[in-house]
């Protein structure tokens, strides 16, 4: 009745030294590192630079304790402070002879101390937030007339190509304030074109109207579109910079809408905000150019541009182009790793409707000459393709060349990168310092403790070896709350920590449900072995039901909330997973060892029962 089989033991057994082995990390604590990764789209940190940097820091007796490689760059672990300062100067001069075109970026970082057979494991410490582990906070104000401008600017280039090939003649098209004006000589000629327009770009409202000898066309943005153009504004430049964060190596950074035009930033354990403001405030975007082959055959850069490109075997060339752009970033609307009819590595690359316009006519008049893809970043560029133009396309076409797949992978996500849609400025700035993130770990981890403590000296005197059991089963969900969340990688914040808290007065009213039900059976007359299955299998329904109603509650917090209310959602539903296993089936687990093997139990303890 009440012995479990031992596989189920074995199982229980299992889980409780997994969650130690993934709580374990936890209590190594960080050391200070070297963040290094890439300051240009085209250079790679990989294994060759790691081999590198090592053998500098060994000539320099500098020793490390530790290297990490992986998708945010390269880090390096030191045992203090004063050798991780001495070890960024000299990396820095090593990888960057010239400070104004650095290809890489050195920052100061964090990272675990874990031994390197629990990171082989995939054990890795839980993130924890900027209130616990210091770092910096940005808030940044979108400039969204700027949005709106440059995308009245781009439908402007889109009418004038519409017009051209509609042979619809106009005097003029140009922006003023968040208006286009057109002029005409005609009114049958505005007429059609107003016809036109409203076919290919229904987000413009049209009024005629009359100037002196011209007749014109006023278009505005609907308000639908306004709003939808100022929404993309601010989701493309979350996009961008998340792609920027990721060179500083932070595991959870936070970038979030705030409001109607404000983005908030935090990244936490960045220890230099200088460099973290230098890369959020990159600029970078794509052109498209014809090459300038005569100019390449005899070397001259007169009236061309001429822009470096990194060749396979790491040598750099000269590729002068002509300054026409055909294209920018912004026409980019996909592009991704493919294959073409002869199964050679290509990219697929699509553009909107007015770039595949003037695409086609572009390649139509420059069949097997060269075209190039430079990436400006900072204002200086590089080709990052140079491809022979293979036959007329427009909106879609591949790039082909003697690439690899991972060559062709790494270009679609240089064309996909795009730009910034609208330019932003720093508006509000904090730095929390790793000291007061200490502070507020201590805080947190001493009422945590505390309170604990008292559960246990109640839970001990009022149900005196069951309450032993609970305090037992309450441990464990501690060990397993710990564990997922550094399993699953969550970030742990201070709103994070009251819900461990919380959880753990949750957890307890489990087993406080069960004991009472024992109780209750006892003083009805059952056996005490009668009493202890019937405790945990009648308590088993109400337990399962306030347990789902807080869960319920705990996600809508979890889907609807944000920051530290999301903070506190994520621990919360932890929580209540890990205290139903931990409160029916460990704490059964535990009585079942303590009393199932007996045949007669004259008197079980778990307080005043009024039973003899």
């Not at 002068?320 to 690359?349: C, E, H, M, Y």
């Not at 005490?528 to 009648?538: K, T, V």
């Not at 506190?568 to 029916?584: E, K, M, P, R």
């Amino acid at each position: 009745m009440n012995r479990f089989p031992a596989w189920k033991y074995a199982l229980i057994g299992l889980t409780i030294a997994l969650a130690s082995l993934f709580t374990l990390p936890n209590f190594f604590g960080e050391a200070p590192a070297v963040q290094v990764s890439s300051n240009k789209t085209t250079v790679k940190v990989d294994a060759l630079l790691l081999a590198r940097l090592e053998e500098t820091l060994k000539g320099a007796q500098i020793i490390n304790t530790g290297v990490l490689l992986d998708l945010h760059g390269l880090r390096i672990r030191f045992s203090d402070s004063d050798t991780q300062l001495k070890a960024k100067d000299l990396i820095e001069k090593s990888i960057n002879p010239d400070p104004q075109n650095p290809a890489y970026v050195v920052a100061l970082n964090l990272l675990s101390s874990s031994p390197n057979w629990l990171t082989a494991v995939h054990a890795l410490p839980m993130y924890l937030g900027l209130d616990l582990r210091g770092g910096v906070h940005f808030l940044l104000q979108v400039d969204m007339q700027a949005a709106i401008t440059k995308r009245l600017d781009a439908y402007a280039g889109e009418i004038r190509s519409l017009l051209r090939d509609k042979n619809l003649r106009h005097a003029g098209i140009s922006r003023e304030g968040q208006t286009l004006r057109l002029r005409f000589r005609e009114a049958a000629t505005r007429d059609k074109a107003s016809v036109a327009i409203n076919e290919l770009l229904p987000v413009l409202t049209l009024a005629k109207r009359d100037d002196g000898q011209d007749l014109l066309i006023v278009a505005t943005l609907k308000p639908e579109a306004l709003k939808n153009e100022q929404d993309l504004a601010i989701k493309q430049n979350i996009l961008t910079l998340g792609r920027r964060v990721n060179q500083l190596g932070v595991a959870e950074p936070v970038i979030q809408q705030q409001g109607a035009d404000r983005i908030v930033v935090q990244l936490p354990g960045v220890q230099d905000t200088t460099k973290a403001k230098d890369i959020l405030g990159r600029t970078a975007t794509l052109e498209v150019r014809l090459v300038d082959e005569e100019a390449m055959r005899s070397g001259s850069s007169f009236n061309v541009d001429v822009f470096p490109e990194r060749k396979r075997d790491g040598s750099v060339s000269s590729v002068p182009v002509k300054k026409q752009v055909l294209v920018t970033g912004d026409q980019f609307i996909g592009a991704q790793a493919t294959f073409d009819n002869d199964q050679r590595s290509a990219v697929s690359v699509e553009l909107n409707e007015a770039a595949g316009r003037i695409m086609r006519q572009a390649t139509r008049e420059n069949l097997k000459h060269l075209m190039a893809i430079i990436l400006i970043e900072k204002g200086k560029g590089e080709a990052i393709s140079v491809a022979t133009i293979q036959g007329e396309f427009g909106a879609r076409f591949q790039i082909t060349g003697s690439f690899t797949a991972t060559e062709t992978s790494d270009l679609s996500l240089l064309i996909r990168a795009g730009s910034l849609a609208a330019p932003m400025e720093i508006i509000e700035e904090r730095t929390v310092g790793p000291s007061l993130g200490k502070e507020n770990i201590d805080k947190g981890f001493n009422a945590t403790k505390w309170g604990f403590v008292v559960i246990v000296l109640f839970m001990s005197a009022y149900y005196t070896l069951f309450g032993v059991f609970s305090s037992i089963a309450l441990g464990v969900n501690l060990l397993f709350l710990v564990a997922l969340l550094s399993l699953l990688q969550a970030t742990l914040t201070l709103p994070g920590i009251a819900a461990i808290a919380l959880t753990l007065g949750m957890a307890i009213d489990a087993n406080v449900l069960i004991n009472e039900r024992i109780r209750e059976e006892v003083r009805a007359g059952q056996s005490p072995q009668a009493a202890i299955a019937a405790g945990y299998e009648r308590a088993w329904g109400t337990i399962l039901d306030s347990n789902v109603t807080t869960l319920i509650a705990g996600l809508a917090l979890l889907i609807f909330g944000s920051g530290p209310v999301r903070g506190f959602a994520v621990v919360h539903c932890l929580g209540i997973l890990t205290s139903i296993f931990s409160s029916v089936v460990v704490s059964r687990a535990i009585v079942n060892l303590a009393y199932g093997h007996r045949r007669r139990i004259a008197h079980l303890a778990i307080g005043d029962t009024g039973w003899k």
